[in-house]
C-alpha cells in the first residue's frame, strides 16, 4: 500500500515554547495493569490501577515496583 500526498496545509501554527520546563510538567506511565502519575515539581509518583483504582503513592520514581508488590500482596490477601 502507497501514500501519496500532493498537498499539505498547515490549518494553525504551534505556540512556541521557549521555557523547556512548560512542554511536560507531567507524565503518566503505564506499568501493565498500572497508570502511575509523575509530577514534575515534586520526586513522588501516584499509583494506580487501570480501572482507577488508588495504589498508592511512592516517594521516588524507583519504589514504584515495591509499592505494586505491596498493593498486589494486599489484595491476595483481601480475597479482591
Known amino acids: 500500500m502507497w501514500l501519496a ?9 504551534a505556540l512556541e ?8 510538567t507531567a507524565v503518566i506511565e503505564r506499568h501493565g495493569p498500572y497508570v502511575c502519575w509523575f509530577d514534575a515539581d515534586t520526586t513522588g509518583a501516584e499509583g494506580f490501577t487501570e480501572t482507577g483504582d488508588w495504589v498508592g503513592t511512592a516517594p521516588e520514581h524507583p519504589d514504584l515496583g515495591t509499592l505494586i508488590e505491596t498493593f498486589e500482596r494486599r489484595q491476595a490477601t483481601d480475597g479482591e
Open 5 to 13: 500526498v500532493s498537498t499539505l496545509t498547515v490549518l494553525e501554527t
Open 17 to 24: 515554547l521557549s521555557d523547556p520546563a512548560a512542554v511536560a
